[in-house]
C-alpha cells in the first residue's frame, strides 16, 4: 500500500479534506473582543441558561455543533463520527453536552491542543476511507477551568503577568470528503516536549517549545519554509509563548515575524480588555479558527495557512506534585487549493 507518510510526524492528506461547515460561540468577554463579528453565537450570561458553569460549558457544545450542522445543512445522523474533548475531568462538558445527539462518539483530551487533534484525527479518518462525514470540536469555560485548576473564581486572586486568560467558547469543525473547502492537506502530529517549566502560571513558556518543534518537523518533512504560508497560527501562546517560538526559530537562522501569531494574541484586546499575556483555553483556538481564520480563507485573505494549537498536559494532581508542565502541538494545514502537494 502506497504511504502517505512524509517523515516521521506528519501526513499528506490524498487529494484533501474538505472543510463543510464551521461555527463557534463566544461569551460575555469574547463578545467584547477584536473578533466579536466572526461568532455565530454570543452569549452574556456565563450559565448559558443553565445552573452550573459545567453544564454552561456542555450547552456551549451542544450550540455550536447544532450551529455547524444547521449552515452545512446537515443532520446529527449524518455525521459518521464526532471527536471532540474539553478541559474537564472526565471530559464531562463534552460527554454531557453531546450525549443527545446519538453521534458516534470519540472523546479527546490534547488540553489546549484538542482542535488541533480533533481535525488531524477526523481528517485521516476521512482520508482513509472510514468516515464520510465527521465533527472535530472543543471547547472551555473561564469558571469551570478557574474552578478546576487554580482558585475558586469568587475568591479574587491576583494574576500574575506571564497568566492568561481562559476563553469561554467553543468551536465545531465538520469535515467531508466532498466540499467547497478550505482543505487539510497536511497534518503533523506533535510529541510530548518538556523542558522542565514548572509554573502553572506560564502556559506559554511551557508549550512554546512544543510548538516550536512540530512547526520545525512540519517545515522539514512538507520542504516547505515559513513564507510558503500566508498565514502560521499557534494557539493560546500568548504574547509570552509567542515570542520565545520568533526566538528559537531566529537561532535557526529563520525569520518568523512575518507572518506569524498566536490565537491567544488575536482573541482578546489584550490590554484594552486587561488579558496580561493573552487568551488561552481549547476554546481560544476552536473560536478563532472557526471564525475568523476560516471565513477569513473562504473570502480569499488567506489562501494556504498552518493551524497549529498547543496544549499543556498537566491536571492539578501533577501540579500539587511538583510535576513539570508537558507540552503538545499539534498542527493542520488547510489551503483552499485541493490536493496540492
Known amino acids: 500500500m502506497e504511504t502517505k507518510r512524509l517523515g516521521r510526524q506528519t ?45 454552561g460549558e456542555s450547552a456551549m457544545q451542544q450550540r455550536a455543533l447544532q450551529r455547524a450542522l444547521q449552515k452545512g445543512g446537515l443532520s446529527a445522523s449524518d455525521l459518521d463520527y464526532v ?4 478541559l474537564l475531568n472526565q471530559c464531562i462538558g463534552t460527554s ?17 491542543s484538542t482542535m488541533g ?13 472510514f468516515a464520510r462525514l465527521a465533527a472535530a470540536m472543543t471547547s472551555s469555560h473561564y469558571c469551570t477551568a478557574e474552578r478546576q485548576y487554580r482558585m475558586p473564581v469568587p475568591y479574587g486572586n491576583q494574576r500574575t503577568p506571564t497568566q492568561q486568560w481562559t476563553a469561554t467558547a467553543a468551536g465545531c469543525c465538520i469535515l467531508g470528503k466532498q466540499g467547497d473547502g478550505p482543505y487539510i492537506t497536511h497534518v503533523t502530529c506533535g510529541k510530548i516536549v518538556d523542558k522542565g517549566i514548572t509554573d502553572v502560571n506560564n502556559m506559554g513558556a511551557a508549550m512554546a517549545p512544543a510548538a516550536y518543534d512540530t512547526l520545525r518537523a512540519l517545515l522539514r518533512e512538507t520542504h516547505t519554509k515559513p513564507s510558503d504560508y500566508d498565514l502560521i497560527v499557534t494557539g493560546d501562546l500568548g504574547a509570552l509563548g509567542h515570542e520565545i517560538v520568533v526566538d528559537f526559530f531566529a537561532q535557526d537562522g529563520i525569520d518568523m515575524t512575518k ?3 498566536d490565537c491567544g494574541m488575536l482573541l482578546y484586546d489584550l490590554k484594552g480588555q486587561d488579558m496580561h499575556a493573552g487568551g488561552s483555553g481549547c476554546g481560544c483556538s476552536a473560536a478563532t479558527l472557526n471564525g475568523y481564520l476560516l471565513q477569513g ?30 507540552g503538545i502541538c499539534h498542527a493542520v494545514v488547510f489551503s483552499n487549493t485541493k490536493g496540492e502537494a
Open 297 to 326: 480563507m473562504r473570502e480569499q485573505r488567506w489562501q494556504r495557512i498552518v493551524f497549529a494549537p498547543t496544549g499543556a498536559l498537566l491536571s492539578p494532581t501533577s501540579s500539587f506534585q511538583g510535576e513539570s508542565v508537558p
Open 96 to 112: 454531557f453536552g453531546l450525549r443527545s445527539f446519538e453521534i458516534p462518539f470519540y472523546g479527546l483530551y490534547g488540553a489546549c
Open 83 to 86: 471527536l471532540a474533548g474539553d
Open 259 to 261: 507572518n506569524y501569531t
Open 117 to 129: 487533534e480533533s481535525l488531524a484525527l477526523a481528517a485521516m479518518l476521512i482520508d482513509g476511507g
Open 11 to 55: 501526513v499528506q492528506l490524498g487529494e484533501g479534506v474538505s472543510v463543510v461547515s464551521f461555527a463557534n460561540i463566544g461569551g460575555k468577554l469574547e463578545s467584547q473582543g477584536p473578533l466579536a463579528d466572526y461568532f455565530d453565537e454570543l452569549e452574556q450570561d456565563s450559565f448559558f441558561g443553565a445552573k452550573t458553569w459545567e453544564q
